[in-house]
């Protein structure tokens, strides 16, 4: 199967040029699976220490506009995350879209950053503190978001429960991509999992730019099979379902605790 990275501004959406530009590549790579940003269909709301209750429910109405127009993109399965609010509680859930049964909720983010540029714990609530597998057409799927990444206990448990795909949506800034993409080494090799990476790029605050950077690792060794940039927004990779599962019988995902 092929699946598609890439990164974007946080505004993109109002940008029909980018939108045609996405859609094109997935046509003209056939695509079956692509990884958007972090709460990627509103700006970055969290670039602010001020919580306003209007600019969230804007951000939900905008995701859940948006979520219901996934068809154009022509794509079987579409993962993200998106804010909601439930019982006047605000979180941040991963989700998967397909074409059979739509948008599907799947993990709420836990592990919460609360500092310049990314207040995320001042806006929203830490999740339940599940880390499920999502299975859809055969492909199983685990989610660390963003700063979940580092919490590797997690990669080690999707690897018990024989993920193909670790989904790492992201919301990062400049200066620390070469960090972040050692992290997705770290939990495509603990996981035994292709580890796939989106992210925003451009501007989030007046002092801090996004990294951009998404990427794709490999499950046995976590070797970078390609990543984004300025002059390249969009990359598809082959994905062998059966490397995923081979790996896990190697080290050190075998070894026994």
Known sequence: MKASVCELPNDWTDNPAMIQALKDHVKENNTR???LPEMPFYRWVTGTGTPDARTWQNAVASHDKWISRLEMFDVPIIAGTRPVMEN???KNIGFVWTREAGEQPV????YLP???GFWEASWYAMGNGRFDVFETSGIKI????????WFTQHA???AKAGIHLLLCPRATPAGS???????????????GAYCLSSNFNGPNTKEMDFGGTAWVTEPDGGTVLGKTSGRSLFLTRDIDLQAAEDAKKTYPRYVKE
């Open 114 to 116: 609360d500092e310049e």
């Open 107 to 110: 993990h709420e983010k836990y």
């Open 142 to 149: 685990g989610f660390l978001i963003c700063t979940e990444l």
């Open 33 to 35: 699976l692509l990884l």
């Open 156 to 158: 080690r448990d999707y």
């Open 177 to 191: 991509s070469e960090t972040w993409l050692a992290g997705g080494r770290a939990g495509a090799w603990i996981s």
């Open 88 to 90: 006047g509680v605000c």
